[in-house]
């Protein structure tokens, strides 16, 4: 259904003008994958930050796992359930796998309290910088009610720590598994109290995470920039990134988040000004660094001898949860 609406949207502005504004990127569209790249590091390198002593993750294996999950995820409508074990089991050999997606679940922690912010940041500039369709005013609306309510809910865990994991979890399991329970509790614990332990590595951690979005903005900057003729207002590239981010956040098991992709930014452009055509091709140009940086992802599983089952299986071993 998905690939049908891309084919559709194709059809819609027609081949040609869509080819006519790849032409015109031309080799920027380097620029565009570089961009691309840097967000990788800087996700990578929050990553290492959240390993702690006595292990110790390289970056260049980190950045190896990162596209290597990512492209798992791309890939296969499972998104980051069999992603982020993927890349846990991908540095295996540097590091042993529970401190790994300990520190996985970390950084996860923060990325998503940032992608809230950033897609709150976004709704509210689209709320009060467009002329909104009532259909469109009430998306954006409920996108802005649900990341506060994340927000909330954040608060109130890392205030009353409950076990959110391990209480169901003993409910679910046989009781002879029940042993096992005290290692996922022991990892709700180090998540809820990870900044009081490590409060130097907040700031630089929190200042990664900003710099993943702020370079999703410059993609999206310099990508307009070069369709248009002259650079839109920042303003407009960072709606454009935040709308991109709550399409990312709704349908991360569509694999490429083929058309949906491009529909939505499509959409977003047309509110803002631009007209449609610039959205659906800055979705087109999105699928080519995507594909860039998901063939060589995927070069490594390979390399790895990883596949979905094989990272699903690793992450979630019961053996690996326990001290």
Not at 73 to 97: Q, S
Not at 142 to 160: E, I, P, Q
Not at 242 to 263: C, D, H, W, Y
Request: with cysteine; aromatic share 8%.
């Amino acid at each position: 259904m998905c690939a049908a609406l891309f084919v559709w949207l194709l059809c819609q502005v027609g081949p040609r003008t869509i080819w006519a504004g790849l032409r015109q990127i031309g080799w920027g569209l380097l620029a565009v994958v570089a961009l691309a790249g840097l967000r990788f590091c800087a996700r990578a390198a929050a990553w290492t930050m959240c390993v702690e002593p006595p292990h110790r993750l390289r970056f260049t294996d980190a950045f190896g796992g990162v596209l290597a999950g990512d492209a798992l995820g791309n890939i296969t409508p499972l998104g980051p359930i069999v992603g982020e074990p993927a890349k846990a089991a991908f540095v295996r050999a540097r590091v042993p796998l529970a401190p790994a997606l300990t520190a996985l679940a970390i950084e996860n922690v923060l990325y998503t309290l940032s992608t809230a912010a950033m897609i709150s940041a976004g709704m509210i500039a689209l709320l009060f910088c467009a002329e909104l369709p009532a259909q469109l005013r009430g998306v954006s609306e409920m996108a802005l009610a649900a990341m506060l309510a994340l927000f909330a809910v954040a608060l109130w865990l890392l205030w009353r720590r409950p076990a959110v994991l391990s209480r169901p979890l003993a409910k679910l399991i046989p009781a002879a598994l029940h042993g096992r329970i005290d290692g996922v509790r022991a990892l709700e614990q180090e998540i809820y109290t990870f900044a009081t332990r490590r409060r130097a590595a907040m700031v630089p951690l929190a200042a990664l995470e900003l710099a993943f979005h702020a370079l999703g903005v410059a993609e999206v900057h310099v990508t307009l920039w070069m369709l248009l003729g002259s650079p839109p207002p920042l303003l407009v590239s960072f709606i454009v990134e935040s709308v991109n981010r709550l399409i990312t956040v709704l349908f991360k098991f569509v694999p490429m988040q083929v058309g949906v992709n491009e529909a939505g930014t499509a959409v977003v452009t047309q509110v803002l000004g631009l007209g449609a055509t610039p959205g659906i091709t800055l979705g087109v140009v999105r699928k080519v660094r995507m594909l860039f940086w998901t063939m060589i992802g995927t070069g490594l599983l390979v390399r790895r001898g990883l596949s979905p089952r094989r990272a699903l299986g690793s992450g979630t071993a019961p053996d690996r949860l326990g001290p």
